[in-house]
């Protein structure tokens, strides 16, 4: 079943004046996500870019109902939702929680660990930019290393922790990275992620300029530039079986992380290492 | 069962696109030329759906348009062009 453009819906439910930064990552991603959730669709967003750019008090730019919620609590919000939607016999309705890395990975952890662990009918997007960009671009979690943020002016000296592992290790139906860069990529594991019967994760790399320090119209650019390197997989874990969905070109990890402002300190050296550390994840076989 | 969903009490749904944010700081807007082949995939990388389909080939909703660019730098036959909102002249006035 091979996608293309000119199927895909022409209704905009999402992202027609939004109040995002011009060229900004998070916002593609919604909407190239709605194109495939549709209108029966209810979203819970905690405290995020997202949920500031979908307008607030009198003014909205969703179509579709919209939740925020706190910042610790979307996935459990999602999950009553699913159980007030079956009560009422409502069948064909997906119910996701949308949440930032910090919402996702840090601080809304621990509802997306529960929610995973009773299996809800519902999915979880995390758009990652890699930063706490909607209070000024401080460290997460999801801060890849050596990258100076707000907090940290000479760079990350931690790893970036793996949310797809963790997810993946809860035994979930449907684990799936995407990237912005890969539209239709996106869009098809959106679709397949609404068809199952429990718990899907979809985690976007959806990169900031403003905390990148890269132009703005280079968004998207990078965003395929940190998949053809290696650096971020795109993959899906179907019942258990790994497949990756775009071979990368494994151009060098330099040409993604010199042009980037974040990665001013970094050292040959420390290049080395994260091209070797590239290498050796690739070479280990699916 | 089909039931509407409710609709956010305090916001008619879309009403953002009436009065767009961030089109005051718009520097540049694109300019799209003979050249484009209609692969469409400005209209999915656009963030904020100012580019449609219509008709045959891509419209451009000026109102909309953040003046980002994205579109011109994905754009691979080179179609777009950003072109400057303003272009007399500049610099400290006396």
């Not at chain 1, 009422?88 to 995973?116: H, K, M, R, Y």
């Not at chain 1, 997460?140 to 993946?168: D, F």
């Amino acid at each position: 079943m091979a996608l293309s453009i000119a199927d895909l819906p022409k209704e905009e439910l999402f992202g027609q004046g939004n109040a995002g930064c011009g060229g900004c990552g998070a916002a593609v991603a919604g909407r190239q996500a709605m194109k495939a959730l549709g209108s029966r669709t209810i979203m819970t967003i905690p405290a995020s870019c997202m949920a500031t750019m979908g307008g607030s008090n009198l003014k909205t730019t969703w179509q579709i109902p919209f939740y925020h919620t706190l910042f610790e609590i979307a996935p459990a919000v999602s999950s009553g939702i699913r159980a007030a939607l079956e009560v009422q016999g409502i069948e064909d309705v997906n119910v996701v929680s949308w949440a930032g890395d910090a919402g996702t990975a840090d601080i809304g952890f621990q509802a997306l660990t529960g929610a995973a662990e009773r299996n809800e009918h519902m999915l979880h997007v995390c758009y990652d930019n890699e930063m706490y960009m909607n209070t000024g671009g401080q460290t997460g979690s999801q801060t890849p290393m050596y990258a100076v943020t707000s907090n940290m002016s000479k760079g990350k000296t931690i790893k970036k922790k793996n949310m797809l592992a963790i997810m993946e290790a809860h035994g979930i139906d449907y684990v799936a990275s995407a990237s912005i860069a890969y539209p239709l990529d996106l869009i098809a594991k959106f679709k397949k992620a609404a068809e199952k019967p429990g718990f899907s994760y979809i985690h976007i790399l959806a990169p900031c300029h403003r905390g990148w320090q890269i132009p703005q119209e280079k968004t998207i650019e990078f965003a395929r530039l940190a998949v053809e390197s290696g650096l971020f997989e795109l993959y899906e874990v179907e019942d258990g079986l790994r497949t990756r969905n775009v071979e990368p070109s494994f151009i060098p990890v330099e040409d993604y992380l010199t042009p980037q402002g974040r990665f001013k300190n970094l050292t040959p050296e420390a290049i080395q290492s994260i091209q070797a550390g590239v290498n050796r994840h690739y070479g280990r076989g699916e | 069962m089909v039931k509407n969903l409710p609709v956010v009490p305090t916001a008619k749904a879309g009403s953002l696109v009436e009065t767009p944010t961030g089109i005051t700081w718009r520097v540049q807007y694109p300019v799209i030329s003979e050249k484009c082949n209609m692969c469409l995939d400005c209209t999915l990388f656009c963030p904020d759906g100012a580019l449609i389909q219509q008709e045959g080939k891509i419209e451009l909703i000026l109102s909309l348009c953040k003046g980002c660019g994205i579109c011109a730098n994905e754009c691979k036959e080179n179609a777009i062009q950003m072109v400057p909102e303003y272009s007399g002249v500049q610099g400290v006035f006396r």
